[in-house]
């Protein structure tokens, strides 16, 4: 393969470095903008060529040095982080940069107004993890963490800095745990989620993936380590929903809690919840500030799953509409409901949200009423169907409000909603949900009245 030297102009959405050679774009992982590099050409495609780095000839002041052991720009290095190289808040500033460039080159579209970035302390976060398993006998014995950075094999991780610090002192017992165990080349993962317990107190629940039943033995080694690390632990044979604890001492619920709204929203440990519940808690409380919900007010939260953004609608307004595809999710929204005694303020709805239609929105807003404002919270597909139909409705929601993992669909949707619907983005910023890494959340609010002409001005 050929080394190359190269200027670095900026980041793609993956928080790889973007080059030029030859006229041709060249993706270098690990460089930042501004840098100077030597860099190998180890893939080649007809629009681009993919680089590693090989040297930083000149080093961009965004750079750091990266606080946890296991990581590196090299092959063999830990995959959890890939932007540990970077100071914090540069993270923050290259992601907006990212948000910001994604809404005008997929959008067409310049937020009038830049939000203040949600960030809290990057280290310690990440309150859901999976961890791969495996077996290796040259290494002696059992691996447990993430993947290496771009390859299938398990890093030999010995600690983890985002991991809060007492599911990191797991690593090492795991592995002698798992080592023990007679199906220990039968149990590809671990799901760790941490959440609150009985008292407010950390609560941490291990999901053991096992394909072959533990024997009594192998049960016996597990409820010691349970009982050892004041951890429950928890078994699952085939899918999520088979999940269930090793024995009634493992029970117990896990809780994601939202004060500012006096909300404890209840969660299994393979449910989907944010990783980060400090940033959570910011992120709901923003949100449900842009969309300012009045008094006498109908919401429809479209992606609502558990709950998070439904509940604490509901102590502002007259009336909230949750829809979501997943009818587990919903059971344990309504559940949350009566239990925060909000029923009589909530109503859930399973829909297909990825093949919304006219058709359902018009048999939405007879059976509940007119819709005042919209929450979307969409999965990494993003939410074109919603946003088709919204677009073509002329008397409907006044306000939008969009939490997105995915700047690109976030954009294309804020486009659909612009374009064609007559929609004013209003603002946009980033969320720190996932620090370390290049993962950009974000959230949008657009408000009906004004369209957008190409360079994003408000035409009205």
Avoid at 391 to 408: F, H, L, M, Q
Avoid at 423 to 430: E, Y
């Amino acid at each position: 393969m050929t080394a190359v030297e190269l200027q670095i102009d900026s980041l793609d959405l993956d928080g790889h470095g973007v080059a030029r050679n030859d006229g041709k774009v060249v993706f270098v992982a690990g460089a930042l903008p501004g840098e100077r590099v030597r860099a190998e050409i180890v893939g080649r495609k007809p629009k681009f060529d993919r680089a590693r780095l090989l040297d930083v000839l000149r080093a961009s002041p965004l750079r750091s040095r990266p606080q946890c052991p296991h990581f590196g720009l090299h092959a063999g290095a830990c995959g959890g982080c890939s932007m540990q190289h970077v100071e914090p808040r540069a993270q923050v500033a290259i992601k907006q940069r990212v948000l910001e460039d994604a809404l005008w080159h997929l959008g067409r579209l310049r937020p009038q107004r830049i939000l203040r970035p949600v960030e809290g302390s990057p280290w310690g976060y990440r309150h859901r993890a999976r961890l791969a398993v495996r077996y290796v006998a040259k290494k002696g014995g059992v691996l447990v963490g993430f993947h290496e950075r771009g390859s299938s094999y398990v890093a030999d991780m010995r600690e983890c800095h985002v991991l809060p610090p007492r599911a990191s002192r797991l690593l090492l017992p795991l592995r002698e745990l798992v080592g023990g165990l007679s199906l220990r080349q039968r149990l590809p993962q671990v799901e760790v989620a941490v959440g609150s317990g009985e008292g407010n107190v950390e609560r941490i629940v291990l999901v053991l993936r096992v394909l072959q039943p533990p024997t009594p033995e192998d049960l016996e080694r597990i409820e010691s380590f349970g009982s050892t690390h004041g951890v429950a632990v928890w078994l699952q044979p085939g899918g999520p929903h088979t999940a269930g604890p090793l024995s009634p001492e493992h029970q117990g619920e896990l809780t994601m809690n939202l004060p500012e709204f006096g909300l404890a929203l209840a969660f299994r440990p393979t449910d989907f919840t944010q990783v980060n519940h400090r940033i959570n808690e910011v992120l709901v409380r923003i949100a449900v500030r842009l969309l300012d919900p009045q008094p006498g007010e109908r919401v429809v939260d479209f992606f609502c799953g558990l709950g998070n953004f439904t509940l604490a609608l509901a102590r502002r307004c007259d009336a909230v509409l949750g829809i979501e595809g997943s009818d587990e999710l919903l059971r344990r929204a309504a559940a949350a409901a009566d239990r925060h005694r909000l029923a009589g303020r909530v109503r859930f709805a399973g829909r297909n949200l990825f093949e919304w239609t006219a058709a359902d929105w018009g048999e939405t807003t007879s059976s509940f009423g007119a819709v005042d404002r919209v929450l979307i919270d969409p999965p990494r597909e993003g939410a074109l169907a919603v946003a088709r139909v919204l677009a073509k409705e002329t008397g409907g929601p006044r306000r939008i409000v969009y939490v997105s993992c995915n700047p690109a669909t976030l954009a294309r949707d804020c486009a659909v909603l612009a374009h064609e619907g007559g929609w004013t983005l209003a603002a946009a910023g980033v969320v720190n949900m996932f620090p370390h890494t290049s993962h950009v959340e974000s959230i949008a609010m657009l408000e009906r009245g004004c369209g957008n002409d190409p360079a994003g001005a408000p035409a009205c």
